[in-house]
């Protein structure tokens, strides 16, 4: 049933949480060597993003970045028959999911993205590989990220397209 309360909605928060507060004390202690921080590399990226990714479906996945397309997707207007239930488990695991972030960011800065979100623990480890590295420029970056979010807003309230689920790896 759409509207049925599914575990996963706060397993994997749950699993955020543990993770931000061991990888929180691991550095405040100073113990994170290599070894360490490649086993939450590989760790995370199996764990948060292919496990996840196979037993969470769109509805029910608690991922900030998946909130934000779902809410635009109920703005612009359903692109596939969803129930009402549906998309009030999807705003509020959303909702939740999005105070708990901003909680976490509040008590340890940027953490969640460099030690328990699978996109960004799959740019680390895939920046590891030893290959030449170019250093861009912050400007290059941050005008590419607010491009991107604007093509994605743009996307959706224009064509409804959702483009950021046809990279997304997981």
Same mark, same amino acid.
């Given at each position: 049933?759409?509207?049925?309360?599914?575990? !996963?909605?706060?397993?994997?928060?749950?699993?955020?949480?543990?993770?931000?507060?061991?990888?929180?004390? +691991?550095? $405040?202690?100073?113990?994170?060597?290599?070894?360490? $921080?490649?086993?939450?590399? !590989?760790? =995370?990226?199996?764990?948060?993003?292919?496990?996840?990714?196979?037993?969470?479906?769109? &509805?029910?996945?608690?991922?900030?970045?998946?909130?934000? $397309?779902?809410?635009?997707?109920?703005?612009?207007?359903?692109? &596939?028959?969803?129930?009402?239930?549906?998309?009030?488990?999807?705003?509020?695991?959303? #909702? *939740?999911?999005? *105070?708990?972030?901003?909680?976490?960011?509040?008590?340890?800065?940027? !953490?969640?993205?460099?030690? #328990?979100? &699978?996109?960004?623990?799959? &740019?680390?480890?895939?920046? $590891? !590989?030893?290959?030449?590295?170019?250093?861009?420029?912050?400007?290059?970056?941050?005008?590419?990220? =607010?491009?991107?979010? #604007?093509?994605? +807003?743009?996307?959706?309230?224009?064509? =409804?397209?959702?483009?950021?689920?046809?990279?997304?790896?997981?």
């Amino acid at each position: 049933m759409p509207g049925e309360f599914s575990p !996963i909605l706060i397993a994997k928060p749950l699993a955020w949480l543990v993770v931000v507060v061991a990888a929180t004390l +691991l550095l $405040r202690r100073r113990r994170v060597t290599r070894k360490v $921080r490649l086993a939450f590399l !590989i760790g =995370g990226v199996l764990f948060f993003g292919f496990l996840f990714g196979q037993i969470a479906t769109e &509805q029910l996945d608690p991922s900030p970045v998946d909130f934000l $397309r779902n809410l635009l997707h109920l703005i612009t207007g359903p692109q &596939q028959s969803m129930l009402l239930a549906s998309r009030q488990t999807t705003a509020l695991s959303g #909702a *939740v999911m999005l *105070v708990v972030l901003l909680a976490v960011v509040w008590a340890s800065n940027k !953490i969640i993205c460099g030690w #328990a979100c &699978q996109l960004g623990l799959l &740019q680390d480890l895939l920046h $590891r !590989i030893p290959l030449p590295k170019w250093r861009h420029p912050f400007w290059l970056t941050n005008t590419i990220r =607010g491009v991107a979010f #604007a093509g994605l +807003l743009l996307g959706l309230l224009v064509a =409804g397209m959702d483009w950021i689920g046809w990279i997304n790896p997981f």
